[in-house]
């Protein structure tokens, strides 16, 4: 059974840094692909961050244009953890921010490809 739990959201200021993480269990992800997505009041969740699964040649890592530059994600394999560094962030960074998996190596920004989501973390950022 796979289970994924968020962690490390609160309430920052305008510019500073934080960094969430994404605990994942079982053993059918351990090698595939990640990601991180969010969903801001009112809005639909949309695409943040995504790492490519383990015996890739490098980690390949993909970001949303809205981030690219700021957002570092990163995988620890043998914690079996998952982390998202968030710099100089916006007010308009607010959102509950889910992390989700695929037994699948190829990473992708489509939401339909993960198969396992966490609860997700609130994260939010003051003017």
């Known amino acids: 059974q796979v289970h994924l739990e968020e962690s490390g959201g609160g309430l920052v200021q305008t510019g500073s840094s934080l960094t969430i993480s994404c605990a994942v269990t079982?053993?059918?992800?351990?090698?595939?692909?990640m990601a991180w997505f969010r969903q801001a009041p009112g809005k639909e969740r949309e695409f943040v961050a995504a790492?490519?699964?383990?015996?890739?040649?490098?980690?390949?890592?993909y970001y949303a244009d809205s981030v690219k530059g700021r957002f570092t994600m990163s995988r620890d394999a043998a914690k079996n953890t998952v982390y998202l560094q968030m710099n100089s962030l916006k007010p308009e960074d607010t959102a509950v921010y889910y992390c989700?998996?695929?037994?699948?190596?190829?990473?992708?920004?489509?939401?339909?490809?993960?198969?396992?989501w966490g609860q997700g973390t609130q994260v939010n950022v003051s003017s």
């Open positions: 989700a998996a695929r037994a699948q190596r190829l990473a992708s920004m489509k939401q339909s490809m993960y198969d396992y």
């Open positions: 079982g053993d059918s992800v351990n090698d595939g692909a």
């Open positions: 790492i490519s699964g383990l015996q890739y040649s490098r980690d390949n890592t």
